[in-house]
């Protein structure tokens, strides 16, 4: 089973603010926001990434928030303003998911 | 119907980000973060409250996430970290939630 996931991160440090950014990316998510990434996983990979984001960040300074969705959730997010950073994602990838 | 929402915003200015924060309070939701709201809202208070987010903010520098979840995807979101702020939310608040 697959989820819609959105993944939003609030990190201190340089080092492990990239690497979590690094990891989402090659998971296959896209980056919409300077710390919000969004794409379609397996429920498992899912759980697993959370795992790994929990290892790279500091449990006392950062935060990350993994959130998944199912079609209908999915579909009625609402994005306001600069949710969508118009330098980082582009109409194609949205067209993908909306 | 109702959904379990969350809702994330980055506002740049003190004033229309205070107005939020107070539009979401007033709305029942309860600060989980600095600039993360989380509470139960019925379907058309939640479309109404991403209206009354886009009057309050600046589009061009602002962002709002409103995430509207159903209690099975409710109980697989991953918060690690700070994703709670210890200072803002008691025990009590998530238990009605978690």
């Known amino acids: 089973m697959s989820v819609l996931?959105?993944?939003?991160?609030?990190?201190?440090?340089?080092?492990?603010?990239?690497?979590?950014?690094?990891?989402?990316?090659?998971?296959?998510?896209?980056?919409v926001q300077k710390s919000v990434f969004l794409g379609k996983?397996?429920?498992?990979?899912?759980?697993?990434?959370?795992?790994?984001?929990?290892?790279?960040?500091?449990?006392?300074?950062d935060s990350v928030y993994l959130f998944p969705f199912c079609q209908e959730d999915f579909r009625n997010i609402k994005v306001l303003g600069q949710g969508f950073d118009k330098k980082l994602v582009n109409d194609e990838i949205l067209a993908m998911f909306f």
């Open 5 to 31: 996931a959105w993944i939003i991160y609030d990190i201190t440090e340089d080092k492990p603010r990239n690497k979590v950014a690094k990891l989402l990316k090659k998971s296959g998510l896209f980056r």
């Open 41 to 61: 996983l397996n429920s498992s990979r899912f759980d697993e990434l959370g795992e790994q984001c929990l290892e790279l960040i500091n449990e006392k300074t």
